[in-house]
């Protein structure tokens, strides 16, 4: 799992977990000083928010469980998969896009990140080049060829490389 989602998300779990054992049982008391229980605004609005926070950190973990066991070695070099780069022709839109397909944490189709679990990711997983799909989307049929692919792999071999050419560059002088 890449590790800025696992922090993201450790980050979130860690502030549910203060305001649940902190503030709220703070202001349940609080709450609670102020008399009649039956019609108190303040106490039901931290009660709600408790079950709120609750069912919040119980997804979270859910989450953190379910990207713990991804394992990377098991994503295909030779066909879309979590992480890959794909240059698709969408020829009800006739232009060339790009994506990238991310966890649902990481989506954001302005940046063309979209998520393994959305229309297009799940129709785009296991292409490869050559490959034409059919996405049903909310805004109607769109057919997609896939045009160029980068997966994973290829991405962190370009990242290395690119690595290893800036270290190099730094040390020549």
């Known amino acids: 799992m890449p590790e800025?989602?696992?922090?993201?998300?450790?980050?979130?779990?860690?502030?549910?977990?203060?305001?649940?054992t902190t503030e709220l049982p703070a202001e349940i008391k609080k709450a609670v000083a102020l008399g009649d229980l039956s019609?108190?605004?303040?106490?039901?609005?931290?009660?709600?928010?408790q079950v709120f926070v609750n069912a919040r950190?119980?997804?979270l973990k859910k989450r953190m469980g379910e990207l713990a066991m991804v394992n990377l070695a098991n994503i295909p070099h030779d066909?879309?998969?979590f992480g890959s780069r794909i240059t698709v022709f969408d020829s009800t839109k006739d232009e060339e896009i790009v994506y990238q397909l991310v966890t649902s944490e990481e989506s954001d189709v302005s940046k063309g990140l979209i998520s393994t679990t959305s229309p297009i990711g799940r129709a785009l997983l296991n292409k490869e080049v050559g490959d034409t799909v059919t996405?049903?989307?909310?805004?109607?049929k769109r057919e997609l060829e896939v045009l160029k692919l980068?997966?994973?792999?290829d991405i962190?071999?370009?990242l290395a490389a690119v690595h290893e050419t800036a270290a190099a560059g730094t040390t020549k002088e």
Request: glycine content about 6%; hydrophobic content about 40%; overall charge negative.
């Open 150 to 153: 980068a997966t994973i792999h």
């Open 135 to 140: 996405v049903v989307t909310p805004n109607g």
């Open 39 to 49: 019609e108190n605004a303040e106490y039901h609005m931290a009660k709600q928010r």
């Open 4 to 20: 800025h989602i696992k922090a993201k998300l450790a980050e979130e779990i860690k502030a549910l977990e203060y305001e649940l």
């Open 156 to 158: 962190a071999l370009e």
């Open 79 to 81: 066909k879309t998969g």
């Open 57 to 59: 950190l119980g997804q």
